[in-house]
T-cell receptor, first 113, second 114 residues
Framework: DAKTTQPPSMDCAEGRAANLPCNHS???????VYWYRQIHSQGPQYIIHGLKNNETNEMASLIITEDRKSSTLILPHATLRDTAVYYCIVRVADNNAGNMLTFGGGTRLMVKP | DTGVSQDPRHKITKRGQNVTFRCDPISEHNRLYWYRQTLGQGPEFLTYFQNEAQLEKSRLLSDRFSAERPKGSFSTLEIQRTEQGDSAMYLC????????????FGPGTRLTVL
């Protein structure tokens, strides 16, 4: 799986959009970008994933650059409960593979009042 | 609640003792994963089951570790002769077969080896 690079920490004001960047310059054509987050003392939580098109769900939006070498997770209106470590993971989604997740260091997002 | 459950949530043991953790996945998920997470680090993959078959094991899974998933339902992770370095959060996740395999994690079992 391709390696990802994320800033170690970010701050965001409550109610504002949180934009979390991720670089994955060695991504392959069949690799998806997945985002998970981990709130303190809980297991990781799936947020969103995409291949090349921008994606949106009830939690967040995922913007992938045209060359697919980077992406941004957007939390449109951050709340204090969004304070967590956010992990960007690149991997193949293949029914014949194990599809284990390779977590990096992630970005620690602190939402402040 | 139909999420992934793990038991116990916390375990304190003395070095050299054996411990066993249980994971109950989401019922229709045929894939089950174990991860380990030490303080300040992201989770690291340990092993993976598809139904009852253990298909992959990480090099992190030493001979003292064994995992089972009888009948393809719940899974157990046993650590024999625990060492202080085994202290960590042990996370279980499950996923459906297709198509994108997003994984749903349990709350974890925090192991402290004294």
């Amino acid at each position: 799986d391709a390696k990802t690079t994320q800033p170690p920490s970010m701050d965001c004001a409550e109610g504002r959009a949180a934009n979390l960047p991720c670089n994955h310059s060695t991504i392959s054509g069949n690799e998806y970008v997945y985002w998970y987050r981990q709130i303190h003392s809980q297991g990781p939580q799936y947020i969103i994933h995409g291949l090349k098109n921008n994606e949106t769900n009830e939690m967040a939006s995922l913007i992938i650059t045209e060359d697919r070498k980077s992406s941004t997770l957007i939390l449109p209106h951050a709340t204090l409960r969004d304070t967590a470590v956010y992990y960007c993971i690149v991997r193949v989604a293949d029914n014949n593979a194990g599809n284990m997740l390779t977590f990096g260091g992630g970005t620690r997002l602190m939402v402040k009042p | 609640d139909t999420g992934v459950s793990q038991d116990p949530r916390h375990k304190i043991t003395k070095r050299g003792q054996n411990v066993t953790f249980r994971c109950d996945p989401i019922s229709e998920h045929n894939r089950l994963y174990w991860y380990r997470q030490t303080l300040g680090q992201g989770p690291e993959f340990l092993t993976y089951f598809q139904n009852e078959a253990q298909l992959e094991k990480s090099r992190l899974l030493s001979d003292r570790f064994s995992a089972e998933r009888p009948k393809g339902s719940f899974s157990t992770l046993e650590i024999q002769r625990t060492e202080q370095g085994d202290s960590a959060m042990y996370l279980c996740a499950s996923s459906p077969r297709a198509p994108y395999n997003e994984q749903f994690f349990g709350p974890g079992t925090r192991l402290t080896v004294l």
